[in-house]
């Protein structure tokens, strides 16, 4: 069950997950304005991803379990 469920979807969206945290903590750290607002920008482009891709992973979830 575990193997059906790490498809390249989960594996992007973890992907993109940490990328997140890594722009936010750029973001805190960092003194200067022109890395803060690219970090800003490029978290709020991979969460917009990870919204996107959430409904296809629950929807092959629901999938997999209905149909074996």
């Not at 940490?18 to 200067?32: F, G, H, K, P």
Request: some cysteine.
């Amino acid at each position: 069950m575990l193997s059906q469920l790490m498809n390249h979807k989960i594996k992007i969206s973890f992907g993109m997950l940490m990328l997140v945290i890594t722009a936010i903590i750029v973001a805190i750290a960092s003194s200067n304005a022109v890395s803060d607002g690219i970090s800003i920008s490029v978290a709020t482009v991979l969460s917009f991803g990870i919204l996107a891709i959430i409904p296809f992973i629950v929807l092959d979830t629901i999938h997999s379990i209905c149909n074996p």
